[in-house]
């Protein structure tokens, strides 16, 4: 856009006038794209992938009982909730411990090769899938919350749930992945757009 | 500056001529869809109200008991804080950290800033600080996640449910009262409304 920057802030809109770099309502720098929006989304991008397989392979709880471990990776829970016949509840899971996780970093890995490479294709339709992946974040925490709720309830000396190493990761990637959607700058999708 | 006549779409960065919709109409980008701005009647006022129902209900949501559990005669039963030092207790510190913040601390801090900045705003008090609390407010905002915690409260009651029997505590309604609030305190703030108004008190202070 010629001439303005949008404080990311306040939402005030800033006339560039002899280099100014921050914004004179609050104060905050000001940018007329994220800094190095590409390279840090790459980066969490990067880190949550890698952290992504131990957060899958690991246990993420042990059922403990008289003495006896049974560990639970975030799959094996789901299977085991649809087994028991609570098929909607298992869904539930389901869609926010595996397919968000996996389809976010897919998304935000194609948001930034179309950015890369320039693709030309309907950058309102790209739009829509950074939203739908700013939003749909948040809702992988389900499977730490749940953690916390069922350590602290299921605590009777001989029968517990204790946390499992990929609690750590998969928090981790949850984290991570929220840091790369915001990072990533949705404004780039409609730079060197040809045609609208 | 001149530049209070225009406005920039955050998510395409279309310059559009500012324009402030009617009360409950909503502006959104003729480009990307984004939706710019959506009034609410007497936001100020509104957020001021919420902000302390939230506080108050903000105090038995955490101290008394959400879910108990019955097994052999023992009843074990949890607060917010309870699971994050049953997390703490097994070793799980990070984990632990998270949930806390996410589920205690942020919240918290989201309800205290609005009150702060609408009781400002309300009785008309400058202040220098009331933009430093806007920006907070506006950083912490998605990692406020009581909503998630609630539906992850459903999903361990129903893994539970076959195990042993669940009572559920009065702390439990007042979680549900305090998301209901809190979802409605953060629908309701009208931004661009807060920003002018912090402007005009600032400059109003300075003459
Ligand atoms: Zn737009």
Known sequence: MQGFIRCDDCACLVKIVDQLSTCPRCDSHLHARHPHSLQRTTAFLFGSIFLYIPANIFPIMIFSQFGSGEPNTIAGGIIELIDGGMLPIGLVVLVASILVPSCKLIGISLLLLRVHFRWQSNARRWTVLYRIIAFVGRWSMLDIFMLSILANLVDFGSIQIIAGPAATAFAAVVILTMFAAKNFDPRLLWDNQQNL | ?207
């Open chain 2, 1 to 207: 500056m001149n530049s209070t006549h225009y406005d920039a779409c955050p998510e395409c960065d279309l310059l559009l001529r500012y324009a402030r919709p009617k009360i409950g109409e909503k502006a959104h980008c003729p480009r990307c869809g984004f939706l710019l701005s959506r009034p609410h009647n007497q936001s100020i006022k509104r957020t001021f109200a919420l902000s302390i129902a939230g506080l108050i209900m903000f105090f038995p949501a955490n101290l008394l008991p959400m879910v108990g559990l019955k097994v052999l005669g023992n009843v074990n039963s949890g607060i917010l804080m309870s699971g994050v030092i049953a997390l703490f207790n097994e070793g799980m510190v990070a984990v632990a950290v998270v949930v806390f913040l996410a589920s205690i601390l942020f919240p918290l801090v989201h309800i205290g800033l609005s009150l702060l900045i609408s009781g400002h705003l309300y009785f008309n008090r400058p202040n220098r600080y009331l933009i430093s609390w806007m920006r907070w407010r506006h950083h912490l905002d998605e990692w406020v996640m009581l909503e998630v915690y609630l539906l992850s409260i459903i999903v361990a009651c129903v893994k539970l449910m076959s195990l042993a029997p669940l009572s559920f505590g009065l702390g439990l309604y007042a979680f549900v009262a305090l998301i209901i609030i809190t979802t409605m305190l953060t629908a309701g703030v009208d931004n661009a409304l807060f920003w002018q108004r912090i402007d005009q008190l600032n400059k109003g202070n300075n003459h």
